[in-house]
Each structure stands twice: as C-alpha cells, then as structure tokens.
C-alpha cells in the first residue's frame, strides 16, 4: 500500500471533520491484527475507507475485507482513495444501508468492525453474530459516546443512540457466549470475543 497516499487521506478527512478512527483505538485494533492475521473482515462504516486501508495492512495472504457505506460523497471519495493507494482489489465495498445490506450477506468474518449509526448498535451485534466466524471478534467503536452511555445522559437529540449503544453492551456483556471488554480508548472501543 502507498503510506504517502494515506497519510494524505488521513489528513484530509481530519481537515473535513470525518470521524475516521482515533490514532489510540486503531493500536489496539493493530494489536489484534497482528496476532491473528484474519482472512475475512467486515466493516459496518466505511467513510472514505480509511480504517479499512490501515486493517488491510493485517490480512492474511488472500484476505480481503467488506465494508459498506451510505452517503454518497464519502461512496465516490472511498473508491479513488482505495486505488490511489492500490487496494481496490483487496477492498470491497458495499454500495448502501447497511440494514438492508447485512441481510443479503452470507459469509463468515473472522473480525468485525461496527462503526456506523449508532442507534442501529444492537441489529448491527445481530447480524454480525451471524456471520462471525468461531475466532471471530466484534470491534465496536464510539461505545462510550462521549461519556454519555457511562452518564445518567438522557435527553435531547442523541436520546435514541445512547438508548442503543446501552442495549448493545448490555447484550454483549449478557450473551452466555461472548467474552467482552469495554474499553475507555478513543469513543470507547467494545471488545467481543466468543469464548
Ligand atoms: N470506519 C471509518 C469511519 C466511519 S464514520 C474510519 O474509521 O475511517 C461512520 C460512517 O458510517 C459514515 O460515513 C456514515 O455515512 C456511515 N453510516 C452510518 N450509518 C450507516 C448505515 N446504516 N449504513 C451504511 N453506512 C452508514
Ligand atoms: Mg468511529
């Protein structure tokens, strides 16, 4: 991959307010990356592609990653940022909502990365758990939202996403199946393994 080019990526979004990954919560991403090498990634959130191009870095030999994005600018900047560094054929993007999207998927991730709307948290868990594979972990970013998910928070305009990212890690934290861990890096970063 071209760093020069993505370097120039990152900057750019940071100039444009896009909320790409915060340096701390990619390193504990990178961490697990390393160790584990997946073949198949999902990503739910694709902005203009910039985590995806740093996970890239980690896959396997013959890996490749989903991801999806809606809006249509950050749709057309995603796919040119994805050739100028040269991953276009390990990046693959999935043109639309990604609630209508996850349903017509039918493969096994071996990590998954939530970090779209934050109100559709727990039907993202849902179908991430579906495609996950027996390794597999669920990366959750922005858990915390600003402190107000941890807070007695509860009025105004985010009401519904803190309602939902608190359904999210109750449901985690509750499923007999998965180990997780809640870090206070970047957003808040949810880590979902199954055990
Ligand atoms: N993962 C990126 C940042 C993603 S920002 C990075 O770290 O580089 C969140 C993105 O999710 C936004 O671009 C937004 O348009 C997209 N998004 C939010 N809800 C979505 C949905 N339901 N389906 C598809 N994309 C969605
Ligand atoms: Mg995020």
Not at 102 to 107: D, I, M, Q
Not at 123 to 131: A, I, T, V
């Amino acid at each position: 991959m071209n760093r020069t080019e993505l370097e120039k990526i990152k900057i750019k979004a940071l100039e444009e307010h896009i909320p790409i990954i915060m340096d701390e919560t990619l390193e504990v991403i990178e961490k697990y990356l390393k160790e584990k090498k997946p073949k198949k990634i999902l990503e739910i959130g694709a902005a203009v592609g910039y985590s995806a191009m740093c996970f890239s870095e980690f896959l396997a030999e013959g890996g490749n990653i989903d991801t999806i994005e809606r809006d249509e600018e950050r749709i057309k900047e995603a796919k040119e940022n994805f050739k100028k560094v040269g991953l276009q054929d390990k990046i693959n993007l999935y043109e639309g909502d990604a609630v209508e999207i996850l349903p017509t998927l039918n493969e096994k991730y071996d990590m998954v990365f939530i970090d779209a709307a934050k109100g559709k948290y727990p039907f993202f868990l849902k179908e991430s758990l579906r495609m996950l594979s027996k390794e597999g972990v669920i990366f959750a970013d922005n858990i915390l939202y600003k402190g107000y998910v941890m807070s007695d928070y509860n009025k105004h305009k985010q009401r519904t996403a803190v309602r939902n990212l608190r359904e999210y890690i109750k449901e985690v934290t509750e499923n007999p199946n998965l180990e997780t861990e809640i870090l206070e890096v970047g957003d808040g970063l949810g880590v979902s393994r199954i055990k």
